[in-house]
């Protein structure tokens, strides 16, 4: 079993930025691709990015697109998401996710494994 890690969560003011990281163990991280969502209270669960294997194909979602990057290190074993220019709106729970298809998938039914998920929280 793949198990994944969340960390960097906090309270940031809008405006500014986090960076999360999600640590994999358990299984071969590289023969996964990787995604995360988020989650706020009362909502769905909401595709944030993915990224293919080794790392060269990245695709977001439409309401973080040219404010978070994500990105991975096979050597460590860690992905990671860059969020900058943050909104009250981006406060959610944001969790890490796996993926063993090829294909781009951004429903959270397409990833096999998840983590536990790492609090966001961005006042005005």
């Known amino acids: 079993q793949v198990q994944l890690v969340e960390s960097g969560g906090g309270l940031v003011q809008a405006g500014g930025s986090l960076r999360l990281s999600c640590a994999a163990s358990?299984?071969?991280?590289?023969?996964?691709?990787m995604g995360w969502f988020r989650q706020a209270p009362g909502k769905e669960r909401e595709f944030v990015a993915r990224?293919?294997?080794?790392?060269?194909?990245?695709t977001y979602g439409d309401s973080v697109k040219g404010r978070f990057t994500i990105s991975r290190d096979n050597v460590k074993n860690t992905l990671y998401l860059q969020m900058n220019s943050l909104k009250p709106e981006d406060a959610a729970v944001y969790y890490c996710?796996?993926?063993?298809?090829?294909?781009?998938?951004?429903?959270?039914?397409?990833?096999?494994?998840w983590g536990q998920g790492t609090q966001v929280t961005v006042s005005p």
């Open positions: 996710a796996a993926s063993t298809r090829i294909s781009v998938v951004t429903t959270p039914s397409g990833y096999d494994y």
């Open positions: 358990g299984g071969t991280f590289s023969n996964s691709a």
């Open positions: 990224i293919s294997r080794i790392g060269g194909s990245r």
